[in-house]
């Protein structure tokens, strides 16, 4: 297989490490749409490279190689979205698979000039945070919205998932990064909020759409 399909592997086991740094095979081979065969050849491949560790019948390990690797890779990502969207305009549900593309591109000195082009952004154009050249990140200390109760003002400050689709919805609701929504009321029975924010009111989301939001009170 191609380098790009690796480079694909080892970032799925990035995110999925995120959630627990034991990762099974079942969990790598669902993630990737693949059968545990197909997946378990690749491992062997990225075991060789140094990239994760296994050994039959135990979890995969990402090893620090492989973590760095990887955090480049979302960096390039994460870079990408953003240049696409603040220099060529396109909409923050238009970049990323544009950037699946463009994070398998192995100029340095490409991405180090896109970087400083765009002021060295922190976040991408859905808030997930920009590792550094060294694949450092830094994550900040955002809540939940759907932690928040109700009479607060809350800033949107990035997105738990940003699908496609919860972005076309947000479009449509007129809803962005650096939004303030005022919780006028949260539904007991399904945990839906009514919110007022730029002149919308009593505006209401699912519990669907706010367990995705990340937010800073204000």
Known sequence: MNSQTKENYLKSIYFLSKKNKEISLT???DLMNVSKPTANNMIKKLTLIGWVS???????????????E????VRKHRLSEIFLSKIM??????????????EHLKSEKLFDRMNE?????KVDPHGSPIPNKSGEIYEESYINFSKIEHGNNVRLCALENSSK???V??????IRLGTELFIKHIEP?????????????????SYEVIKNFLVEKI
């Open 27 to 29: 969990e790598l081979s």
């Open 54 to 68: 296994y050994e039959k019948y135990k979890p995969i390990l990402l090893t620090d190689k492989g973590e760095k």
């Open 70 to 73: 990887a955090s480049l890779i």
């Open 89 to 102: 305009g396109f909409g923050w549900e238009e970049v990323h698979d544009i950037a699946e593309d463009m």
């Open 117 to 121: 082009l765009l002021g060295f952004p």
């Open 165 to 167: 689709e919860l972005l």
């Open 169 to 174: 919805y947000l479009n449509n609701k007129n």
């Open 189 to 205: 029975f399904d945990n839906s909020v009514v919110v007022n924010y730029d002149g919308y009111k009593s505006v209401t989301l």
